[in-house]
């Protein structure tokens, strides 16, 4: 897919003394109609994090920039300005592309609604960003979409600074055993457990760490795990994208 590629532009994207950037591997989360010819845009890019941008007269065009302007295609993007809302000067796709389509495309709905949540703007998450491109070619390339989700949510936890402990016993200092079940309590970590309910099994703690979840139990265990963290620090907030998967 030419992941590296994607990075490599990225490093050539630059600020000079103008405010300019130029050729910044990106990717579009969200975008919304801006009076009668533009759109406003949530992006994620490599070397500065989440920005707002606004692209300018774009809906009059439809085989132009509004119509490579979509979530989960690789761009490479040019702007200019010194606010908060930067003005686009230019779109490149990046070929191939990608296309997601029936669950993958919830899931990459899923994933985007994640980190604009999750994501401060202005914040460069160069690691977090490789892995979002890495899980949107797992989803259009492996109908089993189950644990690229697990490995980018546990990467996003960690990169945005709410990584999970889950390598040792936060009581005892003692590693996990893959023979031994646990909890873990938001606040103060992983504590041993003689409980089989609302527990998890050392051994797919010790398979998410090395990526390599296998089978219904750990999948299902990492999923409980994954969503009562991701919940705690939404908050009130609500996943839309979650009711996609239930219609």
Known sequence: MGLCSWESASRRGRVNQKQRVSLQSAFVLHKRPYRESSLLLDVFSYDYGKIGLVARGVRKNRRGGAAVLEPFNPLRLSWIGKSDLYTMT?????????????KSLYCGFYLNELLNYFLHRHDPHPNL????????????????????????????????????????DSKTGA??????????????????SNRLVDSIGGST???LVQRKLD??????????????????????????????FKA
Request: hydrophobic share 40%; proline share 4%; net charge negative.
């Open 90 to 102: 230019s779109v490149e796709l990046i070929p191939p592309g990608l296309r997601l389509t029936g």
């Open 205 to 207: 703690l010790i398979s």
């Open 129 to 168: 960003f490789s892995h979002y491109a890495a899980t949107l070619v797992s989803l259009s390339e492996n109908p089993e979409v189950e644990t690229a989700l697990r490995y980018f949510e546990f990467a996003l936890l960690n990169e945005t600074g709410f990584g999970l402990q889950i390598e040792y």
């Open 175 to 192: 590693e996990v055993e893959a023979g031994k079940r646990y909890r873990y309590w938001p606040g103060q970590g992983l504590v041993e």
């Open 215 to 244: 089978g219904t139990e750990q999948l299902t265990e990492s999923k409980c795990l994954m969503r009562m963290m991701i919940d705690h620090y939404l908050g009130e907030k609500t996943l839309r994208s979650r009711f996609l």
